[in-house]
């Protein structure tokens, strides 16, 4: 039995691969995963705003949208740890090191 289900664990991980590949891609730069976290922030904001008004968003209802920025901020940093996922440094931002071994 157990080696039944270690199989079907295989199987469900094989194919769940293709389906982290885009969260993948999110992780991999710093400026897309905060542009992700901005715009559910933002989508939550415009949400609050639409159905209480800007006075909502201002006065009692900012709270959820830290919540959500700040939660979304740590599961991603979460996942980058668990996934492996390594950030991708632009060209212009490397080492001096590196510049000068070309």
């Known amino acids: 039995m157990g080696f039944l289900l270690a199989a079907v664990r295989m199987r469900l991980h094989d194919l769940a691969r293709p389906a982290w590949r885009p969260v993948d891609w999110v992780l991999r730069a710093s ?21 209480g008004g800007l006075p909502a968003l201002g006065t009692e209802v900012w709270e959820p949208c830290g919540i959500a920025g700040a939660s979304l901020y740590v599961m991603a940093r979460w996942l980058r740890r668990v996934r492996g996922v390594e950030l991708v440094v632009p060209v212009g931002e490397r080492p001096d090191e590196e510049r000068h071994e070309r």
């Not at 400026?31 to 159905?51: E, K, L």
């Open 31 to 51: 400026s897309r995963t905060n542009a992700f976290i901005a715009s559910a922030v933002g989508a939550q904001a415009i949400y609050i705003v639409g159905d």
